[in-house]
């Protein structure tokens, strides 16, 4: 499969017909690889998403691009911030594929269209703390019963048009390169480079209304309910919840959308 858009964005640029996973695969060749490397899979035999869970869907149906950031001069304490650049870098590219609909940023990286979720990232550190390997899964040509879940969409079901597989990574990718690289010449600072006023203006897990409550499953399976109030400067969710007057800052965990009381 040829990607020639695609291709040009990339520092280098690697189409394989099947892996087990494209994270895995760029995460044990890291050492060689440059700055904004991109791997595509036709499929993944063994695709996850966040905890480990198994991601699967028919070869040519999905778009499976794992791309290797290896940002210079920028510390790794600023690395938490990568998954949620992608994240709005792949509701950007939702978003103008199907202008009309929808189209939201779940905190931290998954991407719905109304509470459907059509994309998810994983992304995962480098060993030498050089940089992180950031991993999508973007839903494209899936029917209904195609789906890994039952609450999911794909952009044929969202009515988009163009659904050639290199131009809905060619459109990704200039997102990610956009977003990556004011962030990278901030020195990784969210708010200097404006990532963090855009993820909170993309971000419909925060409540903007006083309507909109979320569940926290933490890690341990702590449970907090309550309402997501803001996103602090390292990228954490900040939760106010309904038991107590402090609020909590969640660095990981799920976050289900309690919606619209």
Request: aromatic letters at 4%; a negative charge; charged letters at 20%.
């Amino acid at each position: 499969m040829d990607f020639p858009k695609s291709s040009r964005i990339a520092a280098h640029f690697e189409f394989v017909a099947e892996t087990g996973s494209t994270n895995a695969d760029l995460i044990a060749n890291t050492a060689n690889t440059d700055d904004f490397s991109v791997l595509v899979a036709g499929f993944q035999s063994a695709g996850r998403g966040r905890a480990g869970r198994d991601w699967l869907a028919p070869a040519g149906s999905s778009l499976f691009v794992s791309v290797l950031l290896k940002p210079a001069g920028v510390a790794a304490t600023n690395f938490s911030w990568l998954p949620l650049l992608a994240g709005l870098a792949m509701t950007k590219t939702v978003a103008a594929l199907i202008p009309d609909a929808p189209v939201g940023l779940k905190w931290p990286n998954d991407v719905l269209v109304g509470e459907k979720k059509i994309s998810g990232v994983l992304s995962e550190l480098i060993g030498d703390l050089s940089g992180v390997v950031i991993g999508a899964g973007l839903n494209v040509r899936q029917d209904k019963a195609e789906l890994p879940i039952e609450n999911a969409t794909s952009l044929k079901l969202e009515g988009a048009q163009a659904l050639e597989l290199d131009d809905v990574l060619a459109i990704y990718l200039e997102n990610l390169r956009g977003l990556y690289e004011p962030w990278v010449a901030a020195g990784g600072s969210a708010v200097a480079s404006g990532l963090r006023n855009q993820v909170i203006d993309a971000c419909v897990t925060l409540d903007r209304a006083g309507t909109n409550r979320v569940r926290a499953i933490l890690p341990g399976d702590e449970e907090l309910v309550g309402a997501a109030v803001g996103i602090d400067d390292t990228g954490r969710l900040i939760l106010q919840p309904d038991a107590q007057k402090d609020v909590v800052a969640v660095a990981a965990g799920d976050i289900v959308h309690l919606r619209h009381n």
